[in-house]
């Protein structure tokens, strides 16, 4: 199973990036997205940038890989790394009728 990490562009080159991630820093490639900006947020697997994305999508990310830490060493109770656990489900706004 290959996992995506977000990643921080701290510096920037034409083809490889230096980034801070969770796991530290990383030189990113990035031939898929490009030349980015500092502090660009980008969606890493093995090392290759695939997608810029933003800080939230980033973070909610991050949050989400630190419950499957936390799941691979026991835990149960997950509501600290998903806010929006304990809010009704909400169907897509594509499935939804309008209400007259």
């Not at 701290?10 to 898929?32: D, I, K, P, T, Y």
């Amino acid at each position: 199973m290959c996992l995506g990490i977000p990643v921080q562009v701290l510096e920037c080159g034409e083809h490889f990036a230096r980034c801070q991630g969770r796991n530290g820093e990383v030189r990113v490639g990035l031939s898929l997205v490009g030349r980015q900006a500092v502090g660009t947020w980008l969606l890493t697997f093995l090392d290759a940038a695939h997608e810029v994305i933003t800080a939230e999508r980033a973070a909610a990310i991050d949050a989400a890989l630190a419950a499957l830490d936390a799941a691979q060493n026991g835990a149960t109770d997950f509501t600290a790394f998903f806010a929006d656990l304990d809010r009704e489900p909400q169907l897509p706004e594509f499935l939804r009728t309008e209400q007259s």
